[in-house]
């Protein structure tokens, strides 16, 4: 890894995994029968196709978030020039839970960016300041466009905090232009059946798109800054070579599994993040044998146009200068962004 590329700290009371992870069966997302039978998207190699090299992988931190709920800090460390227009990512759990043992967040803020929330396994409750919100589970991304202001909270629904299970997701923050940072807020219910799925031609690779475009293929989600989402599993030994946009960054992180990254073989590994330089296409490849329970390779694709403004980030609000987030923190100490609604 390169030094200018990233910086890993983990101080400030992250240990080193606190995660408990439960392999016993692939993830559940969205799959099919026969992925031979989705539309496939053709491998763009060409002298006209650069291949995107890649640039250095880092390694996730572990530690707890919301009330308790163990996350792996995916861009911790990243210099920022690199995830544009991309903020924060936590990998939620893979966790088994207890009875009793569920956590999730209390109500909080937010300001100038959206909240991507995708449930791979499990169950989350969303409620907001809005009206939006309601159960996301097993495929399901819940998009909130926190714009000016809005309150929200996510916590495990009554019957899996009494039962337990199995919990694993994903909350990404995208920011906003300084354009629009105060828009009115929103929310997307995506459900897993809107998704768009297409597989490779020999069908080892099964890609779910939440948002954006691979190829001609276009993802249900409707985004302010461009960006492209993919959910990808690869079949023990399986590669893939898709299209990526030449404006847009490119970024890999691994769910689970392992394998390698870009035409140069790099090793990936569960928690690992790769970052790509530029060109047109993309190379993943899992494993051939791998080692632990899940003989698949699941690997978290995103791009996006860099905004390339000032990004000043503290807490739950993410807008250009200080002085914007304290301003948001005294719109929220005066009840400007919403009241919790009544149960």
Same mark, same amino acid.
């Given at each position: 890894?390169?030094?200018?590329?990233?910086?890993?700290?983990?101080?400030?009371?992250?240990?080193?995994?606190?995660?408990?992870?439960?392999? *016993?069966?692939?993830?559940?997302?969205?799959?099919?029968?026969?992925?031979?039978?989705?539309?496939? &998207?053709?491998?763009?190699?060409?002298?006209?196709?650069?291949?995107?090299?890649?640039?250095?992988?880092?390694?996730?931190?572990?530690?707890?978030?919301?009330?308790?709920?163990? &996350?792996?800090?995916?861009? =911790? $460390?990243?210099?920022?020039? +690199?995830?544009?227009?991309?903020?924060?990512?936590?990998?939620?759990?893979?966790?088994? +839970?207890?009875?009793?043992?569920?956590?999730?967040?209390?109500?909080?803020?937010?300001?100038?960016?959206? /909240?991507?929330?995708?449930?791979?396994?499990?169950?989350?409750?969303?409620?907001?300041?809005?009206?939006?919100?309601?159960?996301?589970?097993?495929?399901?991304?819940?998009?909130?466009?926190?714009? *000016?202001?809005?309150?929200?909270?996510?916590?495990?629904?009554?019957?899996?905090?009494?039962?337990?299970?199995?919990?694993?997701?994903?909350?990404?923050?995208?920011?906003?232009?300084?354009?629009?940072?105060?828009?009115?807020?929103? +929310?997307?219910?995506?459900?897993?059946?809107?998704?768009?799925?297409?597989?490779?031609?020999?069908?080892?690779?099964?890609?779910?798109?939440?948002?954006?475009?691979?190829?001609?293929? &276009?993802?249900?989600? *409707?985004?302010?800054?461009?960006?492209?989402?993919?959910?990808?599993?690869?079949?023990?030994?399986?590669?893939?070579?898709?299209?990526?946009?030449?404006?847009?960054?490119?970024?890999? +992180?691994?769910?689970?599994?392992?394998?390698?990254?870009?035409?140069?073989?790099?090793?990936?590994? /569960?928690?690992?993040? =790769?970052?790509?330089?530029?060109? $047109?296409?993309? /190379?993943? /490849?899992?494993?051939?044998?791998?080692?632990?329970?899940?003989?698949?390779?699941?690997?978290?694709?995103?791009?996006?146009?860099?905004?390339?403004?000032?990004?000043?980030?503290?807490?739950?609000? &993410?807008?250009?200068?200080?002085?914007?987030?304290?301003?948001?923190?005294?719109?929220?100490?005066?009840?400007?962004?919403?009241?919790?609604?009544?149960?």
């Amino acid at each position: 890894m390169s030094s200018d590329l990233v910086e890993l700290d983990h101080t400030n009371g992250w240990i080193e995994d606190p995660l408990v992870a439960v392999r *016993s069966k692939s993830m559940p997302a969205v799959t099919v029968d026969d992925v031979l039978t989705l539309p496939k &998207v053709a491998d763009p190699r060409g002298p006209d196709i650069a291949p995107r090299p890649v640039l250095g992988v880092a390694t996730a931190p572990s530690g707890f978030e919301g009330e308790g709920f163990p &996350v792996r800090r995916a861009f =911790a $460390g990243v210099d920022q020039r +690199y995830l544009d227009p991309f903020i924060h990512m936590d990998q939620m759990g893979e966790v088994n +839970y207890a009875p009793g043992e569920a956590k999730g967040t209390s109500w909080h803020p937010h300001r100038g960016f959206e /909240t991507v929330t995708y449930i791979i396994d499990g169950t989350f409750a969303h409620r907001d300041s809005i009206d939006g919100g309601g159960l996301i589970s097993d495929g399901d991304t819940q998009w909130m466009t926190a714009g *000016s202001g809005i309150l929200h909270i996510e916590a495990p629904p009554e019957e899996l905090v009494v039962s337990g299970g199995l919990f694993h997701g994903i909350q990404l923050w995208v920011n906003l232009p300084r354009v629009d940072k105060m828009i009115e807020p929103a +929310y997307q219910d995506i459900g897993r059946d809107s998704i768009t799925l297409v597989s490779t031609p020999d069908g080892g690779a099964l890609l779910r798109i939440i948002a954006g475009r691979v190829a001609e293929h &276009v993802g249900p989600g *409707s985004t302010r800054s461009p960006i492209t989402m993919v959910h990808a599993t690869l079949a023990a030994g399986a590669s893939m070579t898709i299209p990526w946009d030449p404006t847009c960054n490119a970024l890999a +992180y691994v769910l689970a599994g392992q394998g390698t990254v870009g035409t140069e073989g790099h090793p990936v590994q /569960t928690g690992e993040l =790769a970052v790509f330089g530029d060109g $047109g296409s993309i /190379t993943v /490849t899992a494993a051939s044998r791998p080692e632990g329970p899940s003989s698949d390779l699941d690997i978290l694709l995103l791009g996006g146009q860099p905004i390339r403004e000032p990004v000043f980030a503290y807490g739950p609000f &993410v807008m250009n200068t200080r002085a914007e987030v304290a301003q948001a923190f005294e719109d929220f100490q005066a009840g400007r962004m919403g009241r919790i609604p009544d149960e």
